[in-house]
């Protein structure tokens, strides 16, 4: 990179990706409807950390695809010493079991060096919405997938001239 690198900043990367037809996965999932409920007040949750406890329990129990679905607002603290090491694998992204075919050895090895050695410092539930939730558009986004394999002359025309 001759005179524009500088060793002082930190490292970054562009990774080239090739995914197809990642909006139609998205809008396939569980969205969320109507029916919108805050759970429990602000001040109410911010005060009382044993229903906070007890929200973040039932919540973590309902399955992803249920007919009601939840967003919440945590804040969690942690110790300054190790911002500078979570920017690789960022805690609390998202509750799902790993498997280790999922890993590289790079993930694997920060797994291990991450592993309880950062404790949080504190925790707090400070909002949760619920709401009903479906999957109302995968039959439609299933539907246009495979039409969009069509192999014959026939089947392409057809579906052109529903456009």
Known sequence: MGQAFNPSKPTSWISYVDANN???WAISQFLPIGNYQWEASRKYLLKNSVMQKKY???????????????F?????YFLLKTHDYLRDL???VENVAVGKDWLSP????LVNNLDGRFSKTKNEVSEILSFDQTNWLAPYIAFNT?????KNAF???LLQAHE
């Open 56 to 70: 973040l329990e039932k919540i973590l129990k309902a399955k992803p695809n249920a007919r009601r679905g939840y």
């Open 106 to 109: 790079y993930n694997e090895k």
């Open 72 to 76: 919440l607002n945590i804040k969690s």
């Open 146 to 150: 495979r039409n969009a394999r069509a």
């Open 155 to 157: 089947r392409k025309r």
């Open 22 to 24: 990642l909006y139609g």
């Open 90 to 92: 960022p805690p609390a």
